[in-house]
C-alpha cells in the first residue's frame, strides 16, 4: 500500500473521520493516554520491513547550504527508501519543508522525519550562556528562556532539541561547564526541569514546542583533569548522589529523549552501557521517550577498545538500551545482519523503532507532517520579536553577579561621570557575546557594551575606547592607546575574559586565568591609579586572584548574549540591581580543583594549628569566591535561624525560619540559600548540602521573613547498602547568603526512614 494512503487509512481506522483528528491527536497526544497512539503504531510497524524498522534507529546531519537541492543528498535518498528516521541541522522551515515533502512523498510508507538541532540559549534570540543562566537561581526566567528558544526553533522547522545539557559540573578546565547548570545536583534538578518544562511546554502536540533532550548521560562532567571526552571513573554512590539527580529531575519533567556520553564509565562506553540505560533510566525511572546516542559515540567505542570493530559496537550499543544512532551510520550499515546473526533481536530493534515512533506520534507528525515546518509568517513574527528580546534583556540583568564593590564603587553615577574609558576586547564586540555553542546565534542581534553605554550616557559624558589587546597572544600595539584612554577618563570599564569559544566543546584549558596579555594590560592600567572597574566575560569559573586583590569593583558577566550590553549597563549605572549567584566554586588556585562547596570532612579536617591536617602548603583551601556567593547594592542582615521543632519524625516536618534585613537604602532581591549537614551516616556526608533556596525582593530598610519546610526527602541519601533514606541522628541547618554560612542549629531526625529513591519509581 502507498505510504499517504496507509497513513490516512489507519488515521481513519482510528479516529473515525478525518476532522475529528487533530482534536483526537492533541488530546491522545498526553502522555498518559496511550491506547489510540498503540493502536496506530502496532498498525503501522506491522507494514514496516526489518529494515525500515532499523532507518527509523538511522539519524543524520544535513550538511547542505539552506538553498541547496534536495536530491544532492545521498542520506535524502536513504531516506526515500526509509533508512532514515531524524536528521539534525537542517535549516529554515523552507528547506525543511521541502525535504520533509520529499521524503514524505517518495518514500514507500511517508514517515515524516524528526528535524534536530542544538538548540541551546536561544534559536536567534540569544539568551547568556546556561551556566551564566543558571547564576540568577531563577526557575521561571529560566523556563521562559527556554520557551522562547523553542518557540523561534519550531517556527523555523524544527522539533527536537538537543539541550538541556544537565552535567554537573565539578572542574573549571572542562569547557562544556558553560552549558550546563554548575556544580550542584539540588539546583541542577530543579533547572533541568526548568529547561525541560520551557522546551516540551505541556503539549508536545503544541507546534510552539519542540522535543528536549537530557544530555550526556552520564557523568560527562566527571572527565580526568577537566580534559573533555576523557575518561570517567566515579563510585555508583557518587554517580547516583551526586550525577544522576539532574537527569532524574529532566525524566519527572517529562523530559522525551536523552543524549548519551561520549565518555566511559567504570570502563564501559556511555553509548553501550546497559546499567545506566536499561537498569536505571529505562526500568528503573520507567522512561518512554528515546535514548540518541551523541555524535559517532557508537563508532568511537572501537577506539575506546571495549569492541573489536563497528559492527560489534552497534550490537553492544542497540543491546544496553540506545535507541538511535547520531551520525554514525553503523545502525544503517550493520543492525540488519546482527539481527538475523541473533546478535540483537528483532525485539530490540521493534522497541526502539516504536519509542522513536511515538514520539513522532506526540508531535502530531502522523496528523500533519508539516505542522512545523509549513512557512508560516505569523509564527516566523515571533522571531526575534520584541518581547522575546524583552526577555533576553531580563535573563541578561539577572544573570550578572557582582563580585566584588569596594566603597561602593559600583554603581557609576551617570549624572555625575564626565568621562569613562571603555577598554578590552570585549568593549564592542557582537559575536563573542554570543557564548558557547550559540549555534544559530547572529551577531548582528548583540547590542555591545559600547553601544549600550553610549545610549545610556548621551553625550554628556565623553566616553574613550580602546580595544588594548586581543583576546590571547601577545601583541601589545594597543596598549598605548588604551593607557591614553585610561588616564583622560574619570573611571575605566574593563571588558576582558574568555572568546566565546574557549568554553564549549573540546575546550578545556590548563589555564583558567584571564589569558596572559589581558592579564598584562589590566596590571598596566591599574599602574594609573584609575579606578577599575573589571567586567567578566566568560564561560566558566576563573582564578582571578590578583584581580580581587587589587581591583575595587568586579562583575561577573559571563557571555550574555543579544542584549549584553543593555543589561550591564543598567547593572553598571544602578538601573538594575544585581542579585546573581555564582553555581559553581571560583577557586584562588587551579591547583586547588577539584573543589566544590560540598566536599567530605576528613579525618583530618583543616585545624590551623595542626600541621597534620588536610591543606596546602602554599595556599589556603578555601575558594576565592564559593559557591552561592554573590553580592548586591544593598546589604542584607540575617538573623539566626529559629527552629519550629527540633526533632523531625518520618513523616513530619520542621519550619526553619529566619529574618532577612536589607540594611541599605536600595531595594533590592536576595537568594536565600537553606544548606544542611547530616553529621553522621552509614557513609561520610557532604559537610553541607543544598536543600532550599528562595529568591526574595527586599524593600531598603526592610525585613522580611523567610522560612524552609524540612522533611526525610531532604536528607535522604543512598546509603552504605545502597538503599535510599535518611538515617535517625543529629543534623545541622544552615540559612545564609552563601554556602560558606557557619552558624547553625542542629535538629534531630528520631528514627530511620526509607524515602522513595530520587531515581527509582515504585
Ligand atoms: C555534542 C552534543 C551535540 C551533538 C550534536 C556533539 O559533539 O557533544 O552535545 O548535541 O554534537 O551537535
Known sequence: MNKLSLLGVLFLLICGCSKEVTKKISVHNQWNDRPEMDIFIDSLMTEMTLEEKIGQTVLFASWWDITGPVSDNDFVDDAIQGKVGAVFNAL?????????????????????????????????????????????????????????????????GLNWTFAPMVDIARDPRWGRIAEGAGEDPYLGSLIAAAQVRGFQGTDLSDEATVLACAKHFAAYGAAQAGRDYHTVDISERVLRDVYLPPFKAACDAGVATYMTAFNELDGTPCSAH?????????????????????????????????????KEAGEASMN?????????????????????????????VNEACRRILEMKYRLGLFEDPYRYCRPDEDKQSKIKSPEHFALAH?????????????????????????????????????????????????????????TAFKEKLGSKTKIYTAKGCDWEGDDRSGFAEALAAAKKAEVVVMCMGERENMGGEAASR?????????????????????????????????????ENEHLPAILECWHLGSMAGPAIADVVFGDYNPSGKLTATFPQHLGQVPIHYNMKNTGRPYNPKDHFTTRYQDCSNDPLYCFGYGLSYSSFEYSAVTLDTNTLTPDGKITASVKVTNTSNVDGEEVVQLYIRDLVGSVTRPVKELKGFQKVMIPANTAVDVSFEVSVEDLAFWRKDMSYGAEKGEFLLFIGTNSDVEESVKFELCTDADVEPYGIRK
Open 92 to 156: 529554515t522551515a523552507d528547506f525543511i519543508y521541502r525535504m520533509q515533502k520529499e521524503v514524505v512523498e517518495k518514500s514507500r510508507l511517508g514517515i515524516p522525519l524528526l528535524f534536530g538541532y542544538d538548540v541551546i540559549h536561544g534559536y536567534r534570540t540569544t539568551f547568556p550562556t546556561p551556566f551564566a543562566m543558571s547564576a540568577s537561581w531563577d526557575l521561571d526566567q529560566i523556563e521562559k528562556s527556554c520557551r522562547v528558544a523553542a518557540v523561534e526553533a519550531a517556527a523555523d
Open 274 to 310: 546497559e546499567h545506566l540505560l536499561n537498569d536505571i533510566l529505562k526500568e528503573q525511572w520507567g522512561f518512554d521517550g528515546f535514548v540518541v546516542t551523541d555524535y559517532t559515540s557508537i563508532k568511537e567505542m572501537v577506539n575506546h577498545g571495549s569492541v573489536a570493530d563497528e
Open 320 to 348: 544496553a538500551g540506545v535507541d538511535m544512532d547520531m551520525q554514525s551510520g553503523i545502525f544503517m550499515n550493520h543492525l540488519k545482519q546482527s539481527v538475523e546473526e541473533g546478535k540483537v533481536k528483532e525485539a530490540t
Open 394 to 450: 531580563e535573563m541578561a540583568r539577572k544573570s550578572i553577579v557582582l563580585l566584588k564593590n569596594e566603597d561602593q564603587l559600583l554603581p557609576l553615577n551617570k549624572e555625575q561621570l564626565n568621562s569613562i574609558a571603555l577598554i578590552g576586547p570585549m568593549t564592542d564586540e557582537q559575536k563573542q557575546q554570543l557564548g558557547a555553542w550559540h549555534t544559530t546565534g547572529q551577531p548582528e542581534t548583540v547590542t555591545t557594551i559600547l
Open 510 to 546: 590548563v589555564h583558567i586565568d584571564i589569558p596572559l596579555i589581558q592579564k598584562e594590560l589590566i596590571k598596566e592600567v591599574y599602574k594609573t591609579g584609575k579606578p577599575i572597574v573589571l567586567l567578566l566575560h566568560n564561560g566558566r569559573p576563573l582564578t582571578i586572584t590578583w
